[in-house]
């Protein structure tokens, strides 16, 4: 009855063979070849990085396989470009989409010096369209260009709270469908957060609409309920981390909002397989730190070899020479641990883990400033010792690279053991997780195993199963998958890995379907409190296409 060997390899064959295989290539090893040769600059280097990506130890992100060492050469998965408002630089801003986009690169927006709809337009002769109806434009063109990408494109759509037009920006994807090729995040200042939190809902907000706290807030809350949009970014929070405060303020991210960056900064993502650094039922300590300063040397060197959409794009990116390095298969390696997700110790972990990151990050960055010298506006910036990079560690959702490593995405939990993937394969398959597998074929009687795996992909979940002879309890808290797992829990680890993060994390605070309008206000606040840059809420349910569910019949 399970398919997970077949379906697992298929799922990952197929990704390789439609996204990373170029021409005369025929297995991941030419994949690895080729992106070691484009980003090493000496044999030594070579080695290293073959070995990193051959073992699926380390893996950059989708542009860097796909494109390294083709005649498109662009490495980067973010950007961020400005939006300024008037016509001619509006229509500049697609056609830099529309490059960044054809090589599978996301794009992220900030559309809050669009004046509103219905003010008057700058010749004075009409009225200007506003940010909502600008967004389609940004839309219609990723739809035409996806169809020559390997990848679709992704956007961000960003607008500031205080904007006349946040109501329908707010409910601009209410109907599902609409504006399917971006991501919606409201920017949000502290000062609209304590108001929040205090409660003071009859506040005005916006003198000019007159629109009220609570009027905003509820409007914000209403929409995750829906759908899970609008994402939330905390203004304040990002911009206590920029590193470079002298060149402006970072009004935007990119599309699953692990980069804030400032416009026309791109950047590149890499990350490590942490259950690959579980060995005996330990983490090999010192095997991480040393991937973690290949892994940097890796990215760094992608800046001076990445092809740029445009000049203005390079030119900003080597200013600062971001980097994001970041992490897959946390889920997995707290499995090998034997360490349930929703623990004292997993939470320990999280944070234990990306402080050691992050360390043995800017210690690479400061060995590469004496070998290569600082990032160019290293003077302008809030680091006092020599760095090659001015931020390095970013948490990417590893959506596609996590397959190709066959290991959990970033530091999600797992989404259920057994569950149904549609949208990347033709064919469906009922999939069951390798360390769910490991653990229980063994020890179950064919029958036993038969029935688990049947109630895992109905249900979703071990916890209502009273046989203990099937699964012990240890084993239920052991086994708690995205939904087991309380929105305050989801909101800690993600805080953890925040606190020594220099960028963002992309994560989903998953919620039940029966969840209270009340409960996503207190998790925005909470979120906020806890100091996340950002987050994204799902509410199971609320959406009719997704990539994971259960069995069907559900
Ligand atoms: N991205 C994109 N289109 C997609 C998926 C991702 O442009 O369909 C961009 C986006 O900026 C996202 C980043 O790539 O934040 C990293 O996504 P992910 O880690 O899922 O990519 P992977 O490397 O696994 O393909």
């Known amino acids: 009855m399970s398919e997970t060997k077949e379906g697992l390899d298929l799922l990952a064959a197929e990704t390789l063979r439609s996204r990373y295989l170029r021409e005369g290539e025929e297995d991941w090893k030419d994949v690895c070849e080729?992106?070691?040769?484009?980003?090493?600059?000496?044999?030594?280097?070579?080695?290293?990085?073959?070995?990193?990506?051959?073992?699926?130890?380390?893996?950059?992100?989708?542009?860097?396989?796909?494109?390294?060492?083709?005649?498109?050469?662009?490495?980067?998965?973010?950007?961020?470009?400005?939006?300024?408002?008037s016509i001619?630089?509006?229509?500049?801003s697609v056609k830099t989409a529309a490059l960044i986009q054809k090589t599978g690169g996301g794009t992220g927006f900030n559309f809050s010096k669009i004046r509103p709809d219905g003010s008057p337009s700058a010749s004075g002769t009409g009225t200007a369209s506003g940010p909502v109806a600008l967004m389609g434009?940004?839309?219609?063109?990723?739809?035409?260009?996806?169809?020559?990408?390997?990848?679709?494109?992704?956007?961000?759509?960003?607008?500031?709270?205080?904007?006349?037009?946040?109501?329908?920006?707010?409910?601009?994807?209410?109907?599902?469908?609409?504006?399917s090729n971006f991501n919606i995040s409201v920017m949000i200042p502290d000062a609209f957060m304590s108001l929040a939190d205090e409660g003071r809902m009859n506040e005005i907000w916006n003198s000019k609409t007159g629109a009220k706290v609570g009027e905003i807030f509820s409007e914000v809350v209403d929409g995750i309920w829906k759908n899970g949009e609008p994402g939330v970014l905390?203004?304040?929070?990002?911009?206590?981390?920029?590193?470079?405060?002298?060149?402006?303020?970072?009004?935007?991210?990119?599309?699953?909002?692990?980069?804030?960056?400032?416009?026309?900064?791109?950047?590149?993502?890499?990350?490590?397989?942490?259950?690959?650094?579980?060995?005996?039922?330990?983490?090999?300590?010192?095997?991480?730190?040393e991937t973690v300063g290949k892994a940097v040397r890796f990215l760094d060197n992608e800046i001076d070899v990445n092809v740029y959409p445009v000049p203005k794009i390079g030119e900003a990116t080597r200013k600062t020479r971001k980097i994001g390095l970041g992490v897959m298969g946390f889920h997995d390696m707290l499995l090998k641990l034997g360490l349930p997700y929703n623990s004292t110790e997993a939470l320990k972990l999280a944070e234990k883990l990306m402080g050691q990151i992050n360390w043995a990050a800017v210690r690479?960055?400061?060995?590469?400033?004496?070998?290569?010298?600082?990032?160019?506006?290293?003077?302008?910036?809030?680091?006092?010792?020599?760095?090659?990079?001015?931020?390095?560690?970013?948490?990417?959702?590893?959506g596609t690279i996590s397959i190709l490593a066959g290991c959990s995405a970033g530091i999600e939990p797992v989404f259920s053991w057994v569950y149904r993937r549609t949208r990347t394969v033709e064919k469906e398959f009922m999939l069951v997780h390798p360390l769910?597998?490991?653990?229980?074929?063994?020890?179950?009687s064919e029958s036993d195993y038969s029935w688990l795996l049947e109630h895992v992909y109905t249900h979703g979940t071990l916890k209502d199963i009273k046989n203990s002879k099937?699964?012990?309890?240890?084993?239920?808290?052991?086994?708690?998958?995205?939904?087991?797992?309380?929105?305050?829990?989801?909101?800690?680890?993600?805080?953890a890995f925040q606190r020594h993060c220099h960028a963002g994390i992309?994560?989903?605070?998953?919620?039940?379907?029966?969840?209270k309008k009340e409960d996503i206000e207190k998790a925005l606040i909470y979120a906020w409190k806890q100091g996340l840059k950002g987050l994204t809420i799902y509410r199971t349910g609320s959406r009719q296409h997704v990539v994971l569910s259960l069995k069907k019949s559900q």
């Open 436 to 444: 769910f597998e490991a653990h229980f074929k063994p020890k179950l």
């Open 506 to 515: 992309s994560k989903t605070i998953n919620m039940p379907a029966n969840t």
């Open 88 to 92: 001619e630089e509006i229509f500049d």
């Open 234 to 289: 905390f203004y304040n929070r990002i911009n206590r981390d920029n590193f470079t405060p002298s060149l402006g303020d970072i009004h935007a991210t990119n599309p699953c909002g692990e980069e804030p960056l400032l416009p026309f900064e791109s950047c590149n993502l890499g990350s490590i397989n942490l259950s690959l650094f579980v060995e005996d039922g330990k983490i090999n300590w010192d095997s991480l730190r």
């Open 364 to 398: 690479e960055s400061r060995k590469l400033a004496a070998e290569k010298g600082s990032f160019p506006e290293h003077e302008n910036s809030i680091w006092k010792l020599p760095m090659r990079n001015a931020t390095l560690t970013a948490i990417a959702p590893t």
């Open 137 to 179: 434009l940004f839309n219609q063109a990723t739809e035409i260009v996806k169809q020559f990408g390997r990848r679709r494109g992704a956007n961000m759509g960003i607008l500031d709270i205080s904007h006349n037009d946040i109501i329908p920006f707010i409910r601009a994807k209410r109907t599902e469908g609409i504006l």
């Open 34 to 85: 080729r992106v070691a040769k484009a980003v090493a600059t000496t044999t030594e280097e070579y080695t290293e990085f073959f070995n990193l990506m051959n073992s699926k130890v380390f893996l950059p992100s989708s542009p860097t396989l796909m494109n390294a060492g083709t005649a498109s050469g662009q490495l980067s998965a973010c950007f961020v470009i400005p939006v300024e408002d």
């Open 470 to 495: 099937v699964v012990s309890g240890e084993e239920k808290r052991l086994f708690r998958s995205a939904l087991d797992i309380s929105w305050k829990t989801h909101i800690d680890i993600q805080a």
